[in-house]
């Protein structure tokens, strides 16, 4: 069983210092008072009970001075690490308490030792604190979401994914997808199942992406568009044709 | 609770990792656009579809820009823009780079300049004194087998599909 540090092995009567790997045969009588408080763990001994040496040859009586001398060299030895283990009482008796109270310092004492509710409060802290600050820094893709999204069946019964993007003008995104998609309606052979525009911040381009995605590989193609007026349509039939989007 | 422990120092050392030590991504994109600009004299030459080709290389540090424009009617523009990454935000592959230009070569009323200070959101003079100019780029939709990116300038809102060149491979000599 586990005394502190030590391991007593009752079997062969050894005290073994698992940190410092000392051993320590414990002859009758050393064994005699340490079973005697192991088996009244918690509880005082008295030092009349642990003079009494009960033997498989007999009973004898301890002397005083060497039942003491036992004791302080338990004490030595069990209590170097773990102090307040087994407390002697002068005429009295010995106590073997239960378990250690030592002093929680160091947080990276383990897994000999437990943290306090502060020290792990602290940890919970300091971990949310660092995640919501990798998260704050995150920054979100912004072209993640379109700020229009229609989807086009042309006249020849293909789908064609449109999506604007404006971070300006809601209503001019909206005017030029339905533009668009009115004019991709009447398309007889649309080269193309993902379009997608972006209107420029100053509102003077647009460019295009065009891509069509076979079974294994991926077209693409890009327009760059000038533009007078943003706030007017300016797609036409003719203009899908020019740009080779029709046809 | 000690498994926790090591969660906290390992998630402060990677981010730590990932603020200090420079990145070693590189990218060399290759994009090309059919452009329908208007010159600004003759707006009858307008149906002129102009051929601009970007190719936009980041190593390391190091990022160019390098801008072609031609066309059937004027004679081919070019402006090449050289610098190096400030800061990298790999949540979002986001590029905040530092550029200067290095070379140029421009039409009278240019088309490639007029387009390219939208782009680049900056002023004519900034960029033909060679100014530094501060620019935000930003990949995504890259798809399944990398070969293909989108580029976003921010905040200018120009998109670019382009394709991604691999990494050339040192030769064994």
Redesign the interface.
């Known amino acids: 069983m586990q005394i502190g540090c030590c391991w007593f092995d009752k079997e062969r009567r050894l005290l073994t210092d698992q940190a410092k790997s000392t051993q320590w045969h414990l002859n009758d009588h050393e064994y005699w008072v340490l079973e005697q408080l192991v088996q009244h763990r918690g509880q005082v001994v008295p030092l009349t009970a642990l003079q009494t040496v009960v033997l498989d040859s007999g009973a004898h009586q301890l002397p005083h001075n060497e039942l003491v001398g036992i004791i302080y060299h338990v004490i030595d030895y069990l209590c170097a690490k773990h102090s307040n283990l087994v407390e002697y009482i002068p005429q009295q008796g010995v106590i073997l308490y239960p378990a250690t109270q030592g002093k929680h310092t160091k947080?990276?004492d383990?897994?000999n030792r437990?943290?306090t509710c502060g020290q792990?409060g602290i940890?919970?802290v300091?971990?949310l604190a660092?995640?919501l600050?990798?998260l704050s820094?995150?920054?979100?893709?912004?072209?993640?979401k379109a700020d229009v999204i229609r989807q086009v069946l042309t006249a020849d019964g293909q789908v064609v994914q449109l999506s604007v993007?404006?971070?300006?003008s809601p209503q001019d995104a909206i005017l030029h997808a339905d533009c668009l998609s009115t004019q991709l309606q009447q398309c007889h052979d649309v080269r193309w199942n993902s379009i997608?525009a972006?209107?420029?911040?100053?509102r003077?381009?647009v460019?295009f992406?065009l891509?069509q995605s076979e079974s294994q590989s991926?077209q693409?193609?890009?327009?760059?568009?000038?533009v007078?007026d943003m706030h007017s349509p300016f797609i036409t039939q003719e203009w899908l044709h020019?740009?080779?989007i029709c046809g | 609770?000690?498994v926790?422990?090591w969660?906290?120092v390992l998630?402060?050392f990677t981010?730590a990792l990932e603020r200090f030590v420079p990145s070693h991504q590189e990218w060399h994109l290759s994009?090309?656009?059919?452009?329908?600009?208007?010159l600004p004299q003759t707006q009858a030459a307008s149906?002129v579809v102009s051929e601009?080709l970007l190719t936009f290389t980041l190593e390391n540090q190091y990022a160019a820009l390098r801008y072609h424009l031609g066309n059937e009617s004027l004679p081919a523009e070019s402006i090449v823009l050289q610098g190096h990454v400030v800061k990298v935000?790999f949540?979002?592959?986001?590029y905040q780079l530092q550029m200067q230009l290095k070379s140029k070569k421009l039409n009278d009323d240019s088309i490639l300049l007029?387009?390219l200070l939208?782009?680049l959101?900056v002023d004519e003079t900034q960029l033909i004194n060679g100014e530094t100019l501060p620019l935000e780029v930003?990949l995504?939709?890259i798809?399944d087998d990398q070969?293909?990116a989108?580029l976003?300038f921010?905040?200018?809102?120009?998109?670019?599909?382009c394709e991604i060149i691999p990494a050339v491979l040192p030769q064994p000599h």
């Open positions: 947080i990276l383990l897994p437990l943290l792990y940890i919970i300091a971990l660092v995640l600050f990798v820094n995150l920054n979100p893709p912004l072209f993640a993007f404006d971070n300006q997608s972006a209107i420029s911040t100053d003077h381009y460019s992406i891509s991926l693409f193609k890009n327009i760059k568009l000038s007078n020019k740009v080779l | 609770m000690f926790l422990t969660v906290f998630f402060t981010h994009c090309r656009a059919d452009g329908y600009f208007d149906s601009l935000d949540g979002a592959l986001n007029g387009y939208n782009e959101t930003q995504n939709s798809n070969l293909q989108t976003t921010i905040p200018s809102n120009s998109i670019w599909s």
